[in-house]
């Protein structure tokens, strides 16, 4: 016992697990020391590495913050970014449980992120942008624990973390765009900071600022991927008009997202770290399903680093040589044999951990395949049962389209939907068949390659237990012949030989664990390969059922194809009745130009121009009609005959507002060529030929039209612009004049018709005179109440302007005014004119009808010109639109009394000839 030095005794010797854990922790301050330092040189990835396995070694994130809270992140921006950037890697890569163990570093990622955002150039920005992406994904994995930090999950894994419930879907896709929002103001300020004169990315300090970028990209790929995938799938179960948000948001990311992965491509700095797929030109359209069967998922794909060697470390002395010279020299044979002896033991330790981490990773991924295949059995099952059931539905939807084939091509509207929705149908069932038959192949050649993988490993790892079971015989006898040595030794190794003895039993204690883990994992190697013989079974079955689907497939083809022909058809004969009703609507118009009756309606050319647009639009849609796709046909022939048609109706009515009647002819003449050159377009698509030259001819003429309508508007404000005012006041004056007297002259007909008439003529022409009365007192009270809302808005447009100016200003607005005013007393006369006619029996009663028509559109006409520039919660407003009601009711009540008098007038017509009938039948 003398011969122990003072230390030796009061200090004990550490155990080699305490050795152990002090070498791992100063390896992993070496690391991180390393790869977080004030250089502004990208991250070194062999450095994060090691912080990653520390991650698996200690399982979790503790060690890992207990070493980067230390570092001098609050005073060094360098640092701080290199630390964020570690951070991320460590949340992506690093165990499973540092996404639990980080929940606690919250708060110090916000004070850093807030520290540096007072900085305005550097890093400061992109700093409190970083720590706001990493809470920002900390707080995801925090609502949605089920998503591993790298974010990669299966489809069936997405669909039982939503719990297939819309709503989870729903705020899950809201999250998801945050975090892409984060991602991509991440991305925006790193490249905003680039200075390509000093630091592109070939230099330390573009690199040190683009090397973060690459987990970013990872994670924006998955985040985008998961986002069309919910969004088809909310738009299938929800309407339209409530994702609209959604959509939007989605547009604007996918935009920035696009321009991002651009923009990185073409770096020659990640051409090397990372393979960056392209997004589409488009984005996917959510509002059509079939659209998700052609989204490919694009995987971001990092190539292998190189392995480099590691700074060598210094391994710790595993014993204490600390005594005298005299005892070293005396137990030098032992310490020889115990070094070797733990050498050994760690030798075999490691081999035998490594060996069970391997049996175990086996196990558990052999069991998740046969978990999936039994999965993938059942869904198949399930989905051949719900394949009989749609197959017996689609015969019978078959008969029910050959019987009301005739009744779809009458009621073309709504039957060409149902027959579009059962093509569909039975398109993307036997698309979805044949996926499902392919992937069902697929599936079987993966499963026999994974079953003779796993019976290699299994040979492997019986092997590996034979050479572990002989290795332990080995090394059973060298401590057995240690202990003869020992015994054999001098008293003064007393002390020695006691520590080897104890450190024999720790070693045979471990000895037992590591035989008692191998009987474990041979007992689950059983118990596998009796789970891979029920395997086999079941890919036998499996098999069987295949080749059921197969004929069945092939039966279904047969029936489609069929069906195909019958469909397309019958589209052919529906596309042409649809196009020849619609170059009936075209001729119609054409023909309504012509029309007396026409030549009363007018129409502003401002309003015309506002028409040009969509017309410019539905025309450009005829050249991207396809030939086979009969429904995109119909709709692009109902689009532009419906829009040419009514352009071609405004187009005269607006000829009608020129004072040149020569200028007004040949206006008509352009609108009627422009119908027949819509007529030619129709009959184009029809025989589904090329429509580019007359669409090029469609073009020219509604540039025509629009260049003449603006030279109607020119030479109706061009010299009077300053007077607007005053011919506004004028022809609102001779408004109320021409009401007026029509409501005098209607008083003084109903008059003379009391003093000179009676019975049933009397009668009739009181209940006309009243009707018109009733009529222009509702037109009355209209005009009172525009005259209230004009004044209204030339109160609170014009500011400091006189009203004047503000005519001036707005002299489209104005000319619409006036028209409109030109417009009611035009109608007026007209209806004075055509009530004394019918009175004294110089009219019919469908002139009056025109008339009361007239009068109706040109008030509506005057209350649009009203409403332009008006408050839409303003009581005037609330007002002229009540009083509008009024015009309209009392148009109604006029056309039905007039209706019921002409009714009445023909029964008696009817009455009379049959009662002078039966005279001369008496009289002969």
């Not at 004070?111 to 809470?135: A, F, P, V």
């Not at 300020?189 to 230099?203: C, E, I, Q, W, Y």
Request: glycine residues 2%.
């Amino acid at each position: 016992m003398t011969s122990l030095s003072l230390p030796r005794v009061l200090h004990p010797r550490k155990t080699s697990l305490e050795v152990e854990r002090e070498l791992f922790e100063k390896s992993q301050q070496q690391a991180l020391q390393k790869a977080i330092n004030a250089n502004e040189v990208p991250v070194k990835q062999k450095h994060v590495r090691s912080a990653i396995i520390g991650t698996f070694h200690t399982q979790g994130a503790k060690t890992f913050w207990a070493i980067a809270s230390r570092l001098p992140a609050m005073d060094d921006q360098i640092v701080a970014w290199k630390l964020c950037h570690v951070v991320h890697k460590i949340l992506r890569e690093g165990h499973p449980l540092c996404l639990v163990d980080s929940q606690r570093h919250v708060k110090d990622l916000d004070e850093i992120g807030k520290l540096w955002s007072h900085l305005n150039d550097g890093y400061g920005k992109m700093i409190r942008l970083y720590s706001t992406l990493l809470m920002t994904k900390l707080e995801f994995h925090k609502r949605n624990p089920r998503f591993p930090g790298h974010l990669g999950v299966t489809p069936e894994e997405l669909e039982s973390i939503a719990g297939n419930d819309n709503n989870n879907y729903f705020e899950m896709s809201v999250e998801m765009f945050d975090y892409l929002d984060n991602i991509l103001d991440l991305q925006a300020a790193v490249f905003g900071s680039l200075n390509m004169a000093r630091s592109n990315s070939m230099t330390n300090t573009g690199q040190c600022r683009l090397a973060p970028l690459v987990p970013c990209i990872q994670d924006a790929s998955k985040l985008y991927d998961y986002c069309v995938k919910i969004l088809f799938r909310l738009h299938y179960a929800l309407s339209p008009d409530t994702l609209a948000g959604h959509r939007d948001r989605f547009l604007k990311i996918f935009k920035v997202l696009k321009d991002f992965y651009n923009n990185t491509t073409n770096l020659q700095y990640f051409k090397d770290l990372i393979s960056i797929p392209s997004l589409p030109n488009a984005p996917p359209n959510f509002l059509i399903q079939s659209e998700f069967r052609m989204y490919v998922t694009q995987e971001v794909v990092v190539p292998q680093e190189q392995e480099h060697e590691d700074e060598p470390q210094a391994e710790g002395n595993l014993i204490d040589t600390t005594e005298s010279d005299h005892a070293e020299t005396a137990s030098t044979i032992s310490q020889n044999v115990y070094e070797q002896i733990l050498s050994e033991k760690e030798f075999l330790k490691g081999q035998c951990e490594k060996l069970s981490s391997e049996i175990n990773s086996l196990v558990v991924r052999h069991r998740q395949e046969l978990k999936s295949l039994e999965n993938k059995i059942k869904r198949l099952e399930t989905d051949l049962a719900s394949k009989d059931h749609e197959l017996i539905q689609e015969k019978k939807d078959k008969e029910d389209l050959v019987t009301q084939a005739f009744a779809a091509v009458q009621n073309k509207g709504s039957e060409q939907k149902a027959k579009d929705e059962k093509f569909d149908k039975l398109k993307d069932f036997y698309y979805k068949l044949r996926d499902e038959h392919i992937q069902t192949i697929r599936e079987k050649a993966d499963v026999e390659k994974k079953l003779k993988a796993s019976d290699s490993k299994i040979e492997q790892v019986e092997k590996d237990r034979v050479t572990l079971e002989l290795e332990l015989r080995d090394l059973s006898e060298k401590v057995t012949r240690t202990e003869e040595q020992l015994q054999n030794a001098s008293s003064s190794q007393n002390e020695e030989l006691e520590e080897l003895r104890k450190d024999k039993e720790l070693f045979n204690m471990e000895t037992e664990i590591l035989r008692k883990s191998i009987n474990d994992h041979c007992r689950e190697r059983d118990n596998y390969k009796a789970e891979l013989t029920v395997a086999l079974q079941d890919k036998s079955n499996l098999e069987l059922k295949m080749e059921e689907l197969s004929n069945k497939l092939s039966d279904n083809e047969k029936q489609t194809c069929s069906l195909k022909e019958t469909n397309e058809f019958q589209l052919r004969e529906i596309l042409a009745k649809s196009i020849d009703s619609n170059k009936d609507i075209v001729k119609h118009a054409i023909a309504e130009i012509d029309n007396p009756a026409f030549s009363a309606l007018t129409c502003s050319p401002d309003y015309l121009r506002s028409l040009t647009k969509d017309c410019f639009s539905c025309l450009e849609k005829c050249t991207a009609v396809s030939s086979n796709n009969v429904a995109q046909a119909i709709i692009t022939s109902n689009d532009v005959a419906n829009r040419l048609s009514i352009f071609i109706l405004h187009g005269g009515a607006t000829c009608n507002t020129s004072h040149d009647i020569n200028f007004a002819d040949k206006m008509s003449e352009s609108c009627k060529s422009l119908g027949e050159i819509v007529s030619n377009i129709l009959e184009c698509l029809k025989a589904q030929k090329d429509v580019q030259n007359i669409v090029k001819e469609a073009f020219v003429k509604l540039e025509e039209i629009s260049s003449l309508a603006d030279s109607i508007s020119s030479s109706l404000t061009g010299e009077n612009k300053e007077n607007l005012a005053d011919m506004l006041e004028n022809e609102m004056s001779e408004m109320d004049k021409a009401i007026e007297e029509a409501v005098n002259r209607i008083q003084e007909m109903l008059d003379k018709s009391k003093a000179a008439d009676s019975g049933i003529k009397l009668e009739v022409n009181s209940k006309i005179l009243d009707s018109c009365t009733t009529l222009m007192q509702a037109v009355r009270v209209l005009v009172q109440k525009s005259r209230l809302l004009q004044a209204e808005i030339v109160s609170q447009g014009r500011g400091t302007a006189t009203p004047k100016e503000f005519y001036k200003r707005n002299h489209q607005w104005t000319d619409g005014f006036i028209s409109a005013a030109k417009a009611v007393a035009t109608a007026a006369k007209f209806l004075l004119t055509a009530a004394d006619k019918v009175v004294t029996m110089n009219g019919k009663f469908e002139l009056l009808m025109v008339a009361a028509q007239e009068t109706a559109a040109s008030t509506a006409q005057l209350v649009v010109a009203s409403r332009v520039k008006a408050d839409r919660k303003s009581d005037n407003l609330h007002q002229l639109a009540t009083a509008s009601k009024g015009v309209t009711t009392a148009v109604g009540e006029f056309i039905q009394t007039t209706f019921m008098i002409l009714s009445v007038c023909w029964y008696y017509i009817v009455l009379m000839s049959r009662t002078f009938r039966n005279y001369m039948i008496f009289f002969e």
